[in-house]
């Protein structure tokens, strides 16, 4: 009996041996261990939650364009003081659903995608709207007039993450250059990604001027990164939507708690997207 005991526990253990020996060889090939691990940062979609936190720091102020909660009256409000203004919903991403309003001599024109439409009175275009907020709440923000690179309208990503040691790093400044007749320069909505600085090279930006920017948006994006953190604990990424107006104003339209970076792989040098990548694996991304 006490042969056959050890007999069986000698199988178990060898048993075990083999199953560990292939599981190492299954995480050799995924790759690093720590690749694993699971995404660990804070999440959270309300545009204007996300606004109201900027609004509340004196130094964000003045580079946020004006926003407000979609009624008939904030519509009157904003139609009233601007020429173009957004129509966005407040958990949107990808630049989905954002519809452009534009006034006109006579009555509004709006545009969504590529399709237009013209209302001659603010009621006909209020209760257009309207049929989008009876299913989720949208928002209302002044329209910027984007600067060009090439003809095209473009805006920039500013990529900031946190590191294990608690530092806010603004990792990437990247450029979205919009597709022609498209009311977003979204990757999904037919946009390209570009390097910031031969983006700014071809919008008239002199090298000095593009090295003074660009220090000032990885500024503006690790101050955002404290920002984030007064009002709500374990953010490790932020992606600031930001466009520059005529004047070379940065503003910042939006940011993003779960930025997308694959479309940067689609970029010849690799180099940003390695980079974010190897800040991305401390708290668990992978891609």
């Not at 996300?50 to 004196?58: I, N």
């Not at 545009?111 to 257009?128: G, R």
């Not at 294990?164 to 450029?175: E, I, K, L, M």
């Not at 909505?189 to 919008?203: E, H, N, V, W, Y």
């Amino acid at each position: 009996m006490l042969i056959y005991v050890e007999s069986r526990l000698s199988d178990f253990c060898r048993c075990i041996i083999y199953i560990l020996s292939h599981s190492s060889r299954f995480l050799a090939k995924m790759g690093d261990v720590k690749t694993l691990t699971k995404y660990r940062s804070s999440t959270i979609g309300s545009k204007w939650t996300k606004t109201k936190w900027l609004l509340k720091r004196q130094d964000f102020q003045r580079h946020i364009p004006q926003t407000m909660m979609f009624n008939k009256h904030n519509l009157t409000t904003m139609l009233t003081s601007h020429s173009v203004v957004y129509f966005k919903p407040t958990n949107g991403s990808g630049g989905a659903n954002i519809i452009r309003i534009k006034k006109r001599a006579r009555g509004y024109q709006t545009q969504s995608n590529s399709s237009k439409a013209v209302y001659s009175t603010k009621d006909e275009l209020f209760n257009s709207l309207k049929r989008y907020s009876a299913r989720r709440p949208y928002l209302l923000q002044k329209g910027i007039a984007l600067a060009k690179t090439s003809g095209r309208p473009f805006d920039i990503r500013v990529m900031v993450q946190k590191t294990n040691a608690g530092d806010w790093v603004s990792t990437a400044v990247f450029t979205k250059i919009g597709r022609p007749g498209k009311v977003a320069t979204n990757y999904n909505q037919g946009g390209k990604i570009d390097f910031f600085r031969s983006t700014l090279s071809a919008a008239g930006y002199h090298a000095a001027s593009i090295q003074r920017m660009e220090a000032k948006l990885k500024r503006m994006g690790v101050s955002a990164g404290h920002c984030f953190d007064r009002h709500m604990k374990g953010f490790r990424e932020l992606g600031l939507d930001i466009a520059l107006d005529s004047e070379g104003k940065p503003w910042i339209l939006e940011v993003n708690t779960r930025p997308q970076i694959y479309p940067l792989k689609h970029l010849k040098d690799k180099g940003l997207y390695r980079r974010i990548i190897s800040f991305a694996k401390q708290y668990g991304r992978t891609k």
